[in-house]
């Protein structure tokens, strides 16, 4: 229940410009996000590089219903990646896109626009010397994000996907994006979603995130485990040492801010651990989606609320 509140909290109008113009709530803001401009994040990239960890950067935004809006996002995006290009950073980090920012649900046209964003978007990261990763969403966007990524992959074959435990589908969709060098994203999920299409008891998407996991690990693909859960941290790792997967063949990706010292953990290990940096000013659907999926990460904002500084 209060999983779903806070997803549909993500949405109201009326409790971002609450919680945006809250002074009491910038310290928890800025522990889960890079900031809102291109220095912010590329500060952000630098600091996860320096001690040995990559960098998803995302500009935050979504369900964009405006063409010129999505075009503007194109253009940060170029921004951004020039801006790691020139200081040195596209070795250790990506770009990651929701397709909903750049024209997705812009009608019927929508699906062709992204499909022409996204693009743009692979070829400026080409030319900067990194790839994109593309966002996954709520179900209903399922099937047009997927051949979206199908065709941009017939030019730009490193274009990573997303795919989310919690549908029940998503097994299916393992199966038929695990091909050769395939860079596959497995994340639990952060949208509410019906128990006609997901699994909603927690012991059940976890389950499911296993199994996903399982087949990701033991295909040809390259997998990219989402997860900040202990368990899942600690089955992935052994399902790679019985795989006879290298430690360099797949990573762990988790969130800015959240369980910092097991991502050093990790990188010292010797596994590739990729932060997912989020920046801009679109920060408060972001924010709650990521209440919604840990309670601690609730705890934290609401101590902030009601700390000094």
Known sequence: MLRELLV????????????????LSR???????????????????????DVGLLASVDRLGEDTLDRAAAETTVSDYKDVLNALSSAGLTGSSEVSVKLSAVGQALGTD???????????????????????TFDMEDHTTIDST???????????PMAGGVLQAQLIRTEADVAAFSYQDSRIRLCKGAYAEASDVAYVERIEIDKAFVRSMRNLIESSAYPMLATHDPRLIQIGQAL??????????????????????????????????????????????????????????????????ISKG
């Not at 997927?146 to 730009?156: N, P, V």
Request: hydrophobic share 40%; net charge positive.
């Open 8 to 23: 549909s909290a993500s949405r109201s109008k009326k409790l971002e410009n609450l919680v945006s113009t809250s002074p």
């Open 27 to 49: 310290g928890v803001v800025n522990r889960f996000v890079a900031g809102t401009t291109t220095a912010d994040v590329i500060a952000t990239v630098q600091s996860l590089h």
């Open 110 to 132: 929508g699906e062709a626009i992204a499909l022409e964003n996204g693009l743009a978007i692979c070829a400026a990261a080409k030319s900067a010397g990194t790839t994109v």
């Open 146 to 156: 997927l051949r979206i990524l199908s065709a941009i992959r017939k030019e730009f």
């Open 240 to 305: 790679a040492l019985s795989s006879g997967r290298d430690k360099s063949t797949f990573e762990f990706q988790m969130l800015l801010g959240v369980r910092p010292q097991e991502q050093l953990r990790l990188a010292e290990l010797g596994h590739k651990v990729r932060i997912y940096v989020p920046y801009g000013q679109q920060w408060y659907p972001y924010l709650m989606r990521r209440m919604a999926e840990k309670p601690t990460n609730l705890a934290l904002f609401l101590r902030s609320l």
